[in-house]
């Protein structure tokens, strides 16, 4: 469960949070596969509470009417075309999956496929359940729980989402169908929302009884769906992420939150020299790493202090970080621009997403960041790519927060987040010959629109980045010689 099954060469996945199916087929086509991305962690794709009480907030898509493949997104039809073509050119497609309760919101009662519930009576007539398939005696999650009762945490409501047992044969029942549905869709794994709110015996249960992925869309045979959990742990949780890793691997929180520290100058980066382990993070294989995630860029979940969109340049340099960095199992965040935390994806009037719409630049408009689309993060995923498997080494730092280092023979990378300039002769491991730097603009034929860089016969170049450079990194790689 812990193989994304990427197409061959590729490493990294997008979250297209709140993005319509329809939109994520041309994505894939016009930029994530031709860019090398691996795959996109969609939003919620089963049927959820409309909430027009509080404007269509983004989070009605985690209270769960029914598990038919309907929301705002696109309906089941609009799902499978979006798989298929998405596998198509390479880029896979990881499902949000809610299975930890239903939606308990107290003011409305209609689902995004027209379906009702009687939530007051445990009552979900569109799956179905009733009373039998939750948790009792009722009680709701508090936040002291947190700290020293597992047991409520996994049987007690998440902020009054009706909690599903999943040590019912029904429930389980309920949720294989779910998740093998969309596997014979074409999907290549899950994250598991709220994986912290159940027991890991009956998630290996639910988990063993999935389904190959489908060879059909070009998965070998025999493949495991990839399985990322949904556990904050920052350490002092009466539930541990090691009780997950067993089954699955686990986004990692404390990742996001020290990088974003780091390149807020709350900690030098000289320190990042033995970033991994040492730094209380998972196993590599374990780590689903991420800077920022749809709830803590907005304050929910493990919120405070990360880095998002909104801090461009910082948040550029952590993401190169992460991506140029072997650590981990990357994602990166692809966000709508919003001041209102609550606030839902750019909509009309009847509540319908608006499409992302792309400029010249190959930027996102229409209230859409596209995160991904920026050149920086973009050129930094063909890095990590291109990196693949090759090890990290020589690392140089200034003693303070200028470092750089190489994957060997593959890639190089520095980094000035000091209020001075880095001006160095440094070893790049890379051939000798004249790159261009993919964070200052790109190679075009034979031209570059960035800074060159001439790497001599013994790996050696003068590396400069001004601490008033429009970004903080410099990068290069086997494939942007120019
Ligand atoms: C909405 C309304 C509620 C209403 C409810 C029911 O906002 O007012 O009561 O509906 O009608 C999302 C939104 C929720 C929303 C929900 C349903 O975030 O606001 O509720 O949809 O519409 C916990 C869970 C974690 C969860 C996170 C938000 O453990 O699984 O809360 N994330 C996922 C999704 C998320 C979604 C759901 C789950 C539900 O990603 O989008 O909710 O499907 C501690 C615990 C964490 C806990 C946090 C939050 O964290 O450790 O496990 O997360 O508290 O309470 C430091 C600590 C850190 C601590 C944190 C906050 O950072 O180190 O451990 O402080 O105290």
Redesign the pocket.
């Known amino acids: 469960y812990k193989n994304p099954h990427y197409a061959p060469g590729r490493t990294t996945m997008v979250h297209l949070f709140e993005w319509k199916w329809d939109d994520i087929a041309v994505e894939c086509e016009r930029w994530l596969g031709p860019r090398g991305f691996g795959g996109v962690q969609i939003s919620p794709p089963n049927e959820n509470l409309i909430i027009w009480s509080r404007n269509r907030?983004w989070?009605?898509?985690?209270?769960p009417m029914s598990y038919r493949l309907i929301t705002r997104s696109g309906n089941e039809q609009q799902f499978a075309n979006m798989v298929r073509r998405c596998n198509n050119v390479g880029v896979r497609i990881y499902v949000d999956a809610?299975i930890?309760?239903m939606?308990?919101?107290?003011e409305e009662n209609v689902g995004t496929g027209g379906s009702t519930a009687n939530f007051g009576e445990w009552h979900y007539p569109a799956v179905p359940y009733g009373r039998n398939d939750f948790n009792w005696p009722h009680c709701v999650i508090d936040?002291s729980d947190?700290v020293n009762d597992a047991h409520r945490v996994r049987n007690c409501e998440?902020?009054?989402?009706k909690d599903l047992n999943q040590a019912t044969e029904h429930v389980r029942r309920m949720i294989v169908n779910y998740m093998n549905h969309l596997i014979n869709l074409g999907v290549a794994g899950f994250r598991i929302?709220?994986?912290?709110?159940m027991w890991p015996s009956d998630l290996r249960i639910i988990y063993n009884r999935l389904n190959n992925l489908n060879t059909a869309h070009g998965f070998p045979s025999g493949a495991r769906p990839y399985i990322y959990q949904?556990v904050?742990?920052?350490?002092?949780?009466a539930v541990s992420r090691n009780e997950y890793t067993p089954i699955g691997a686990v986004t990692e929180f404390k990742f996001g939150l020290e990088l974003s520290g780091a390149f807020q100058r709350n900690n030098q980066l000289r320190w990042l020299v033995n970033w991994g382990t040492p730094w209380g993070l998972l196993a590599s294989n374990d780590a689903l790493t991420f800077i920022d995630?749809?709830?803590n860029q907005r304050g929910?979940?493990?919120?405070?202090n990360i880095l998002t969109y909104k801090q461009a340049r910082p948040y550029k340099g952590a993401i190169a970080f992460m991506l140029a960095h072997a650590y981990g199992f990357p994602q990166l965040m692809s966000s709508f621009v919003f001041d209102d935390t609550?606030a839902g994806p750019p909509m009309d009037r009847s509540g319908n997403i608006i499409s992302p719409a792309i400029n010249s630049d190959n930027t996102c408009g229409n209230g859409w960041v596209c995160e991904h689309r920026w050149r920086q993060i973009y050129s930094m995923v063909v890095f990590r790519n291109v990196a693949g498997n090759a090890p990290m080494t020589n690392w140089w730092d200034n003693g303070s927060n200028q470092i750089a280092f190489c994957r060997q023979g593959r890639g190089f990378i520095a980094f000035n987040n000091d209020s001075w300039n880095l001006n160095q002769n440094l070893q790049t491991c890379l051939p000798a010959g004249t790159y261009c730097d993919v964070i200052s603009g790109q190679r075009n034929g034979n031209n570059c629109t960035g800074k060159r860089i001439t790497v001599g016969n013994d790996g050696r170049a003068i590396i400069s980045v001004g601490s008033n450079d429009y970004d903080m990194m410099l990068a290069i790689h086997v494939g942007s010689e120019s």
């Open positions: 907030p989070w009605e898509r985690y209270q809610i930890n309760h939606t308990g919101h107290a936040s947190y998440l902020s009054g989402l929302d709220a994986a912290k709110h949904e904050i742990d920052l350490g002092g949780e995630n749809h709830d929910h979940g493990a919120g405070g609550e």
